[in-house]
């Protein structure tokens, strides 16, 4: 079993629209969690990170754990084109360095 | 800050000849040094660990002399692919860890890759 689970889509969606992204992971000890934007032949940007369960909002962007059922969610709101790109999840562990990665899912926003 | 730069951005080689792939922290300090392989669609597989100043750590199934790594400062780590095969084609990211000073402990940024393409 993968550590870590991900949809890798590809999602469409209209510009304006709710965008949904979501990740599960095996691994009960991961206590970090992140969502890294890639845009295609780039290296991943680190766009939120959030430590154990809860919500975390920056701008249109929110970032939701749910440790019981080992779920990560990334919601957009009002997407826009410019956010057309890959959307990583990852975690890790406490006191470790290492990531595990979910597949990526590559986003599309049509104007 | 915290900008990571990889040289060259695109290489093609012929099969048999060694790529070296070089990634640097520009603006901090990195002690820890990591290597990922991404193939099209998929998502990044961690290759190794790097430490300056020590021998890096491959996970399974990564041949460590055909992919072999030094972390000769804090701010520069090496990739060398060598006798380099087709199926050694990939899109190849360095990232270098940093303390973020928040309870993610270290952050990790990454390099805008290397595409690698053996003929």
């Known amino acids: 079993q993968k550590e870590v689970e991900q949809d890798p889509g590809p999602l469409s969606v209209p510009e304006g629209a709710i965008v949904s992204l979501n990740c599960t992971y095996s691994n009960s000890a991961f206590q970090y969690f992140m969502w890294y934007r890639q845009y295609s032949r780039k290296g991943p940007e680190l766009l939120m990170y959030t430590y154990s369960s809860g919500n975390k909002e920056d701008g249109r962007f929110t970032a939701q754990v749910d440790k019981s059922s080992k779920y990560i969610s990334l919601f957009i709101r009002d997407s826009q084109p410019s956010d057309s790109a890959t959307y990583l999840c990852a975690t890790k562990g406490t006191g470790a360095n290492n990531l595990f990665f979910g597949t990526g899912t590559r986003l599309t926003v049509i104007p | 800050g915290a900008v990571v730069s990889q040289h060259p951005s695109r290489v093609i080689c012929k099969s048999g000849t060694s790529v070296k792939i070089e990634c640097r922290s520009l603006d901090f300090q990195a002690t820890t040094m990591f290597w990922y392989r991404q193939f099209p669609k998929q998502s990044l597989m961690l290759m190794a660990t790097?430490?300056?100043?020590?021998?890096?750590?491959?996970e399974q199934g990564v041949e460590k002399d055909k992919f072999l790594i030094n972390h000769a400062s804090l701010t520069l780590s090496t990739l060398t692919v060598t006798s380099a095969h087709p199926e050694d084609s990939s899109f190849y990211i360095c990232?270098?860890?940093?303390?973020?000073?928040?309870?993610?402990?270290?952050?990790?940024?990454f390099g805008p890759g290397t595409r690698l393409t053996v003929t």
């Open positions: 790097s430490n300056e100043g020590s021998k890096a750590t491959y």
């Open positions: 990232s270098a860890a940093r303390l973020a000073g928040h309870y993610l402990g270290h952050e990790q940024y």
